[in-house]
């Protein structure tokens, strides 16, 4: 597969909202400039066969059990700081939250946009709980759009829809990889380059006796169908900080031009070992051969590291974690990642931004019970093109409140070029947010939001909320948005150490078909509903600047 050139960089501005104090590496940054070693592999055997058809996944399917209605097993959030500090830090919040209930809130500050994305072009239940053959909770909600399928993963399915949401297909992940290992944590990417679907999931490794360590599997269409036949793989890793039994945990998934980026977090038996990436050749997973990998594995005072989907011909790679500080935020450059002796991996820049902390768990009307707002990492992949990286994550914000925070970051003077929140109401609880943006500097949100405060007839159970800008808006500016769909009732059967677990994700694609108003104008929602007090249920949606 030849290597392509690198396209002209795009033109961004360079100015944040008025009275905004610019952003600023932090000097003399421990690590910054010095290339992390590869200190692990992963080898996947190249005389293997790796092809699974759509008939073998049908028979696989066909073959397994009738599951009723209930609930899958329970996946645990695994916090990459102390976790007894991590409970004490959201307690702390959710008190925090208790106490400004009682005080006068303040009006939104947000604008609403005229430009914000308000069109629908199609709106449609996605996978639920008790479809999903009992689907562990929370639902890991992620899905891609490409040109004429929409594919949608959740605990334990993936499933294949047309582009108006009819269902095609619907596989277990056991069916579709050919396993029996317990699997979570799906994530989908359409390569717009290629035009390949790109499906990763973790392996949940048994409680004692395992004879591997940090194992994933990755699968890749052959073509640009879904419902086509796919190269599947396992991948484990070996070397370094790896032993038998650790897991490879909240995996996330990017691409570059020529590489597929694998990220997780690594747990072993006494807790969180660190970050570690994993690049992997297109040339080769593509093309059904296997293929061996570097593995960079990071400190643990760097955790979930979110890996770039790269929208231009650029072999570069920036990647973007939260430090434990949680006043910068850290930058990482991968080049040659195709290559598993020349990839480079480094920490570019600690970026200082304002000190955040973790969120309070979300409110719902009616119930004590609250939703799960995670601790502050990066949930999904960032968008990168040119010189322009986005991601947002949610933090305590205004009246002590779960609230998104978005940053679009100049990877050449290692800045900040705006940054903003994500916010329905004054009196909201918002969180579970992902971003998508163009090459023009457009971009769309989609998030969770749920009201138990309002006064005047505004108090709902938790809706999938969107909303967007276009490069002209005035830079940190987003405004509240639209509804995509409003769960019709609150969700308390999902109870895991006090709270309900929710997420641990949302995703928002951009459309590779070009509408009526230009390319990169439109953009698939996918995010978590309530079907009942017991399960979860998801949307889609089709949206846009125009039809």
């Given at each position: 597969?030849?290597?392509?050139?690198?396209?002209?960089?795009?033109?961004?501005?360079?100015?944040?909202?008025?009275?905004?104090?610019?952003?600023?590496?932090?000097?003399?940054?421990?690590?910054?400039?010095?290339?992390?070693?590869?200190?692990?592999?992963?080898?996947?055997?190249?005389?293997?066969?790796?092809?699974?058809?759509?008939?073998?996944?049908?028979?696989?399917?066909?073959?397994?059990?009738?599951?009723?209605?209930?609930?899958?097993?329970?996946?645990?959030?695994?916090?990459?700081?102390?976790?007894?500090?991590?409970?004490?830090?959201?307690?702390?919040?959710?008190?925090?939250?208790?106490?400004?209930?009682?005080?006068?809130?303040?009006?939104?500050?947000?604008?609403?946009?005229?430009?914000?994305?308000?069109?629908?072009?199609?709106?449609?239940?996605?996978?639920?709980?008790?479809?999903?053959?009992?689907?562990?909770?929370?639902?890991?909600?992620?899905?891609?759009?490409?040109?004429?399928?929409?594919?949608?993963?959740?605990?334990?399915?993936?499933?294949?829809?047309?582009?108006k949401g009819v269902l095609q297909k619907s596989t277990g992940f056991g069916a579709f990889f050919g396993t029996s290992d317990l699997l979570?944590?799906?994530?989908?990417?359409?390569?717009?380059?290629?035009?390949?679907?790109?499906?990763?999931?973790?392996?949940?490794?048994?409680?004692?006796?395992?004879?591997?360590?940090?194992?994933?599997?990755?699968?890749?269409?052959?073509?640009?169908?879904?419902?086509?036949?796919?190269?599947?793989?396992?991948?484990?890793?070996?070397?370094?900080?790896?032993?038998?039994?650790?897991?490879?945990?909240?995996?996330?998934?990017?691409?570059?031009?020529?590489?597929?980026?694998?990220t997780g977090n690594i747990f072993g038996s006494s807790g969180f070992k660190g970050a570690a990436m994993m690049p992997i050749p297109k040339?080769?997973?593509?093309?059904?051969?296997?293929?061996?990998?570097?593995?960079?594995?990071?400190?643990?005072?760097v955790g979930t590291i979110a890996p770039p989907v790269v929208a231009d011909i650029n072999g570069i790679g920036f990647f973007l974690a939260?430090?434990?500080?949680?006043?910068?935020?850290?930058?990482?450059?991968?080049?040659?990642?195709?290559?598993?002796?020349?990839?480079?991996?480094?920490?570019?820049?600690?970026?200082?931004?304002?000190?955040?902390?973790?969120?309070?768990?979300?409110?719902?009307?009616?119930?004590?019970?609250?939703?799960?707002?995670?601790?502050?990492?990066?949930?999904?992949?960032?968008?990168?093109?040119?010189?322009?990286?986005?991601?947002?994550?949610?933090?305590?914000?205004?009246?002590?409140?779960?609230?998104?925070?978005?940053?679009?970051?100049?990877?050449?003077?290692?800045?900040?070029?705006?940054?903003?929140?994500?916010?329905?109401?004054?009196?909201?609880?918002?969180?579970?947010?992902?971003?998508?943006?163009?090459?023009?500097?457009?971009?769309?949100?989609?998030?969770?939001?749920?009201?138990?405060?309002?006064?005047?007839?505004?108090?709902?159970?938790?809706?999938?909320?969107?909303?967007?800008?276009?490069?002209?808006?005035?830079?940190?500016?987003?405004?509240?948005?639209?509804?995509?769909?409003?769960?019709?009732?609150?969700?308390?059967?999902?109870?895991?150490?006090?709270?309900?677990?929710?997420?641990?994700?949302?995703?928002?694609?951009?459309?590779?078909?070009?509408?009526?108003?230009?390319?990169?104008?439109?953009?698939?929602?996918?995010?978590?509903?309530?079907?009942?007090?017991?399960?979860?249920?998801?949307?889609?949606?089709?949206?846009?600047?125009?039809?």
């Amino acid at each position: 597969m030849a290597a392509l050139c690198l396209g002209a960089a795009a033109l961004i501005p360079a100015a944040l909202p008025p009275g905004t104090a610019r952003a600023q590496a932090a000097p003399e940054a421990s690590g910054v400039g010095k290339p992390i070693l590869q200190t692990a592999r992963a080898s996947v055997d190249p005389q293997a066969s790796y092809e699974r058809s759509a008939e073998d996944m049908a028979a696989a399917q066909a073959a397994l059990p009738a599951t009723g209605s209930g609930a899958g097993p329970a996946l645990p959030l695994r916090p990459t700081m102390d976790p007894e500090a991590y409970r004490a830090a959201k307690r702390a919040a959710d008190e925090a939250l208790s106490h400004a209930i009682a005080k006068p809130t303040a009006a939104l500050a947000g604008t609403s946009l005229l430009n914000a994305p308000t069109t629908v072009i199609v709106k449609k239940p996605g996978p639920n709980q008790t479809g999903a053959g009992n689907g562990g909770y929370p639902p890991d909600t992620t899905g891609a759009i490409g040109p004429s399928e929409v594919v949608y993963t959740v605990n334990q399915t993936i499933n294949v829809y047309s582009r108006k949401g009819v269902l095609q297909k619907s596989t277990g992940f056991g069916a579709f990889f050919g396993t029996s290992d317990l699997l979570s944590d799906p994530r989908v990417v359409y390569d717009t380059l290629w035009n390949r679907w790109v499906v990763t999931d973790t392996r949940v490794p048994p409680a004692s006796g395992d004879t591997v360590s940090a194992c994933f599997w990755i699968a890749v269409s052959k073509t640009a169908k879904a419902t086509g036949a796919w190269y599947t793989y396992r991948s484990c890793s070996g070397g370094g900080i790896f032993v038998n039994g650790d897991l490879w945990d909240y995996d996330q998934l990017g691409i570059t031009q020529d590489a597929i980026l694998v990220t997780g977090n690594i747990f072993g038996s006494s807790g969180f070992k660190g970050a570690a990436m994993m690049p992997i050749p297109k040339a080769e997973i593509y093309n059904g051969f296997g293929w061996s990998s570097p593995i960079f594995t990071l400190p643990t005072s760097v955790g979930t590291i979110a890996p770039p989907v790269v929208a231009d011909i650029n072999g570069i790679g920036f990647f973007l974690a939260i430090d434990a500080s949680r006043a910068v935020l850290d930058l990482y450059r991968g080049t040659e990642l195709s290559d598993e002796y020349q990839a480079s991996f480094v920490l570019q820049a600690q970026i200082a931004v304002p000190t955040y902390g973790l969120p309070p768990n979300a409110l719902q009307p009616g119930t004590s019970q609250v939703l799960d707002t995670l601790d502050g990492r990066f949930q999904n992949a960032s968008t990168q093109y040119s010189n322009s990286l986005w991601n947002v994550h949610t933090v305590i914000g205004t009246g002590a409140r779960p609230m998104p925070i978005y940053y679009q970051i100049d990877t050449n003077a290692n800045t900040v070029i705006q940054s903003g929140a994500l916010v329905e109401s004054s009196t909201s609880n918002d969180f579970n947010p992902s971003v998508a943006a163009n090459s023009g500097g457009d971009a769309f949100f989609t998030w969770s939001t749920t009201d138990a405060l309002s006064s005047s007839g505004g108090q709902h159970n938790a809706a999938v909320r969107f909303s967007g800008r276009l490069a002209a808006d005035p830079l940190g500016a987003v405004g509240p948005g639209s509804v995509l769909f409003t769960s019709p009732v609150a969700l308390t059967g999902d109870l895991q150490n006090g709270i309900q677990r929710w997420g641990d994700y949302s995703r928002v694609a951009l459309d590779p078909v070009t509408s009526t108003c230009g390319a990169g104008k439109r953009a698939a929602v996918f995010n978590e509903t309530i079907l009942d007090a017991n399960d979860w249920s998801t949307e889609y949606g089709l949206i846009g600047f125009c039809r």
